[in-house]
């Protein structure tokens, strides 16, 4: 096949000279005697650069299928598992990876085979360990978001409530608090027709017991579920007790709290400081405004995006378990600043 360095060869040019009149390049400054011999040779072997080139077979995006146990309702109310999602969806745009499903459960109609459609799997929110297992089985290539669970088999990434946890915990032991309570709820995995036999211990209450213990406090705790009617159900049922501040699993559960609060005419926080966990937008616009812990939420999204790439890229590394820093936004919900 006829190439650039002959034609230049014969023409009496370099192969660069070649290469430039031949693509056009209007920027290259020849003589048009020049030119035309370049051309002449060129169409001598019927030379044609494009047809002459390589072929560099057009990329295949990669895609990926996420699982969630987040409903739309559960999104609506609870903006924290919407910010997962923006990290996902923004990370995959900006890899060129193509998100070509997103299945909610509990999703009955959902096949396990059905994940063998695509290169890796994401999963946000908690399902049972069989139903990993039988992912796994038609697609290895997983990313779990949010599962605190002992799972050496998958990649795992997650926020470190249990070290923010203890970690305010003690700040506030060493301002003087010590009759802490704690509103939060258990953790059901879900199977693919979304029932929820089994259950375990939140992180965060976990984290607060096991400071307790190690404290010698009695603990005071109430652990019904996850909305704003439990935080109010939650709240109502400690205020029998005293206790100078209480640590609250969600902001949409003290959401509920404030409410019940304001019907016993307690103030926050002259009369009981309140501590949260999301930071969520609302958090700011609550009166008073929410001491709450941030999760990185939006990260742990976009770094599942990026550790199921490194999967795809290098299947048999071992499976790493990321926890991303929780760090408590301080505002008027407690009096203690700790910025």
């Excluded at 669970?149 to 249990?162: E, M, T, V």
């Excluded at 607060?208 to 939650?234: C, V």
């Excluded at 929780?326 to 505002?331: G, S, V």
Aim: hydrophobic letters at 40%; glycine letters at 4%; zero cysteines.
């Amino acid at each position: 096949m006829t190439g650039i360095r002959k034609i230049a060869r014969e023409a009496g040019v370099s192969p660069a000279s070649v290469s430039r009149v031949l693509s056009n390049d209007s920027s290259f400054s020849v003589s048009e005697q020049t030119r035309a011999r370049i051309k002449k040779v060129a169409a001598k072997y019927n030379y044609h650069p494009h047809l002459n080139m390589p072929v560099t077979p057009p990329i295949t995006p990669r895609s990926i299928l996420v699982l969630t146990t987040h409903s739309l309702e559960t999104e609506a109310h609870d903006p924290y598992f919407i910010q997962v999602h923006d990290g996902i969806i923004q990370e995959a745009s900006k890899q060129n990876i193509q998100i070509k499903a997103f299945v909610r459960f509990p999703n009955k109609a959902f096949q396990f085979t059905d994940a063998r459609k695509y290169d890796g799997v994401i999963v946000a929110g908690v399902f049972t360990q069989e139903f990993y297992a039988n992912l796994a089985k038609n697609n290895p290539h997983i990313v779990l978001i949010d599962d605190y669970r002992y799972l050496p088999a998958y990649d795992i990434i997650r926020n470190s409530y249990f070290e923010a946890t203890q970690i305010v915990l003690d700040q506030l032991l060493e301002n003087g608090l010590n009759k802490i309570a704690f509103i939060g709820g258990n953790i059901h995995p879900m199977n693919n027709s979304g029932e929820t036999t089994d259950s375990y211990q939140d992180i965060r209450a976990k984290a607060y017991l096991m400071w307790t213990r190690l404290h010698n406090i009695s603990p005071l705790i109430a652990l019904n579920g996850w909305t704003p009617k439990d935080g109010f159900d939650s709240m109502n049922a400690l205020l029998k007790d005293n206790f100078q501040v209480v640590l609250i699993a969600s902001d949409q559960l003290t959401i509920g709290a404030y409410r019940a609060l304001k019907q016993h005419q307690l103030k926050v926080p002259q009369d009981l400081q309140i501590i949260s966990y999301n930071d969520s937008d609302i958090a700011e616009y609550l009166v008073p405004s929410l001491s709450s812990i941030n999760p990185a939420s939006f990260s742990m999204g976009k770094i599942a995006v990026q550790r199921l790439v490194h999967r795809l890229n290098n299947p048999n590394d071992i499976p790493i378990h990321i926890n991303l820093p929780a760090k408590a936004t301080w505002r008027e919900s407690s009096e203690i600043n700790l910025n």
